[in-house]
T-cell receptor
Framework: AQKITQTQPGMFVQEKEAVTLDCTYDTSDQSYGLFWYKQPSSGEMIFLIYQGSYDEQNATEGRYSLNFQKARKSANLVISASQLGDSAMYFC???????????FGQGTRLTINP | EAGVAQSPRYKIIEKRQSVAFWCNPISGHATLYWYQQILGQGPKLLIQFQNNGVVDDSQLPKDRFSAERLKGVDSTLKIQPAKLEDSAVYLCASNPPGTRPKYFGPGTRLLVL
């Protein structure tokens, strides 16, 4: 079975600082994908970034990067130069390759202070 | 392109009543999902459709929940009868088959009193 753990219920960061959101996962699959989503108060899940288990380089998308450490089974999200609009819930998720079902963690509420 | 549409956005009912939610996926997306997100938790997959066929409904409480996607486009999710623990946000998502799950609707917030 797959499991995602996000140990930080809440994070408070000053605007313009970088922030790391933790995610660890458990799976017996060799091929899988890891995802991060942002969920603002409006409720919609917004896809941020993806990392494949066989990708050798860490994924980056603008201000988002994924610190992938396969041996430690961690996939932390790094947001550089945080902005007030980054305040939201952030969810880590995974799925096995070839499947479509996502398994989500409990989420981390990020608050950016001016 | 238009996003995934859901209605209603909010619904308040009493326990033992019935309720239905509607989802219109992005045009051309064959795969459609319904997720349940209880407050303070991550979303949990209830059911996945590929066109109008069910791919995975292993976590759907079939004694009270039902879902259909008759023409392989729109989908409805029904709860009958509702329980207090069904209070949650119900998210619909869609994507073309074989692509990464990126497209979610705004969700329907259900409160069961």
């Amino acid at each position: 079975a797959q499991k995602i753990t996000q140990t930080q219920p809440g994070m408070f960061v000053q605007e313009k600082e970088a922030v790391t959101l933790d995610c660890t996962y458990d799976t017996s699959d060799q091929s899988y994908g890891l995802f991060w989503y942002k969920q603002p108060s409006s409720g919609e899940m917004i896809f941020l970034i993806y990392q494949g288990s066989y990708d050798e380089q860490n994924a980056t998308e603008g201000r988002y990067s994924l610190n992938f450490q396969k041996a430690r089974k961690s996939a932390n999200l790094v947001i550089s130069a945080s902005q007030l609009g980054d305040s939201a819930m952030y969810f880590c998720a995974m799925k096995r390759s070839g499947a479509q079902k996502l398994v989500f963690g409990q989420g981390t509420r990020l608050t950016i202070n001016p | 392109e238009a996003g995934v549409a859901q209605s209603p956005r909010y619904k308040i009912i009493e326990k033992r009543q019935s309720v239905a939610f509607w989802c219109n996926p992005i045009s051309g997306h064959a795969t459609l999902y319904w997720y349940q997100q209880i407050l303070g938790q991550g979303p949990k997959l209830l059911i996945q459709f590929q066109n109008n066929g069910v791919v995975d409904d292993s976590q759907l409480p079939k004694d009270r929940f039902s879902a259909e996607r008759l023409k392989g486009v729109d989908s409805t999710l029904k709860i009958q009868p509702a329980k207090l623990e069904d209070s949650a946000v119900y998210l619909c998502a869609s994507n073309p088959p074989g692509t990464r799950p990126k497209y979610f609707g705004p969700g329907t917030r259900l409160l069961v009193l």
